[in-house]
């Protein structure tokens, strides 16, 4: 005859039950998590071959090289000191205490018990990746690699952190004081990265050839095709980056933005593809070039991404056309100013990222945010924008500049010449085929006012 169950065996088989649960939950948000950290891996895999196609073939295998270095420094550095900055900086320059992001604390390693330090920091390194390789492009076939890689850790695993714990961590500063909105990282990212770019070029100077009697010249890709491939490939990456900007939630939560707000990923998917369609629209309006179009879906996403999570998709489409002929016009402008910007990442990520930060104050200006924050504003984010160029453009500049004066930032002139896969790579990329005189460093004799090339 069955026993009829007490009160107390139901109590204790709804305990068991709630606690397999909440374990699925945890190793659910894991594997969530997991698969945006792979998946951002093909941007840095879009990165490496459209920097490669965008250089002269002789410059190609270090443009390459770069991209892949840059994750090898900056994972360990964000690993040692990166998480460690997040985490004891939200309230501005003074740390508090953080010892459990520590490379030594328990939570910085295997734990069977901590389903989530793991993931979270594996996402953000790929995060400061991303940064390192916006300033990679910019600055291809001039750059010396030791100093590249110098700039790339304290961008990657400093400075944009440093942007990130103020306008992204929960009790960040500008999210306490001025209701700073950024979900998909336009500013802690894209702007930071950007501006700091835009601080090392000022420096570094232009490619030897590109300027002529102060008239820019067309100095054209290897590769386009592969620029192209590359840069769609970003695209692909771009849907892991923004996963990892959202928050898997147990229990009844559900999906939060990294404040706490509530979203869902139907959200960024409808704002996502609108942004995608709307930046290549607006940047073949304005440019009818196919490196600029391509780019326009990297301008596109940026533009929206701040508010992901607010705006109407038709409103998103907009922005994101509008915001893909002004880049365009950005980089024509930096350009006259003599700025060799040879994918236009200061446009596409710095320009737009601002911008992008602007204008949830102007759409979404009086949204409110939890737990007592100050609600959205348009001054909150001109503020935070604003924090976000100096963030990105001082160190860029000052780190840039030091090098210059140790005679570290660039390569000598005959190793421009000859091509830096000759000198510091030790290889060629197309060792059958030859390097035709163009890519050899010939500039074309014609003078004239090229649209500037986009990434």
């Not at 709804?14 to 941007?43: P, R």
């Amino acid at each position: 005859m069955t026993e009829t169950p007490t009160l107390e065996s139901l109590q204790a088989a709804l305990e068991a039950q709630q606690k397999v649960f909440e374990m699925h939950q945890s190793m659910n948000m894991e594997v969530f998590y997991w698969w945006c950290t792979g998946i951002m891996f093909l941007i840095h895999a879009g990165f490496l071959a459209y920097e490669m196609g965008a250089s002269r073939a002789k410059n190609a295998l270090a443009a390459g090289i770069k991209n892949i270095l840059a994750l090898a420094v900056i994972i360990p550095t964000f690993y040692l000191f990166g998480w460690w900055i997040y985490n004891a900086f939200p309230g501005g320059l003074i740390p508090v205490d953080a010892s459990a992001a520590l490379p030594w604390a328990q939570s910085m390693g295997p734990d069977v018990k901590d389903l989530g330090t793991g993931v979270f920091w594996a996402a953000f390194a790929l995060f400061g990746a991303t940064t390192g390789s916006i300033l990679s492009g910019a600055v291809i076939e001039r750059i010396r690699v030791s100093a590249f890689l110098i700039l790339t850790v304290v961008l990657g695993s400093g400075v944009w952190i440093l942007a990130g714990a103020w306008g992204w961590h929960p009790d960040g500063w500008l999210l306490t004081k001025l209701g700073y909105h950024d979900v998909g990282a336009s500013g802690v990212v894209h702007a930071v990265a950007g501006f700091f770019t835009l601080g090392v070029l000022l420096n570094l100077g232009a490619r030897k050839g590109k300027f002529i009697n102060g008239v820019a010249q067309t100095i054209a890709p290897h590769s386009l095709p592969m620029t192209l491939i590359g840069l769609m490939l970003i695209i692909v990456g771009f849907f892991g980056f923004l996963g990892g900007c959202i928050i898997f939630n147990g229990g009844e939560t559900g999906w939060t933005t990294i404040y706490g707000n509530p979203t869902n990923l139907s959200a960024f998917a409808f704002n996502t593809l609108m942004g995608f369609a709307g930046g290549i629209i607006g940047c073949y309006i304005a440019s009818r070039d196919p490196f600029w179009t391509m780019s326009g879906g990297l301008v596109g996403i940026i533009s929206v991404a701040a508010g992901l999570d607010l705006y109407d998709p038709g409103l998103a489409f907009i922005i994101a056309t509008c915001m893909g002929i002004a880049a365009v016009y950005f980089a024509k402008m930096l350009e006259k100013m003599g700025v060799d910007d040879a994918v236009g990442a200061v446009s596409v990520h710095g320009f737009t990222g601002v911008i992008a930060v602007i204008l949830v104050g102007v759409f979404a200006g009086g949204t409110p945010n939890v737990e007592g924050h100050p609600a959205i504003s348009f001054s909150g984010q001109l503020i935070s924008a604003a924090v976000m160029v100096v963030v990105g453009f001082l160190p860029g500049y000052g780190l840039s500049f030091l090098l210059k004066k140790f005679n570290a930032l660039r390569v000598p002139e005959k190793c421009e010449d000859i091509g830096i896969d000759e000198v510091e790579i030790l290889a060629k990329p197309y060792p059958e085929a030859g390097v035709p005189a163009s890519a050899a460093g010939e500039v074309p004799n014609k003078l004239a006012n090229p649209e500037p090339q986009g990434a």
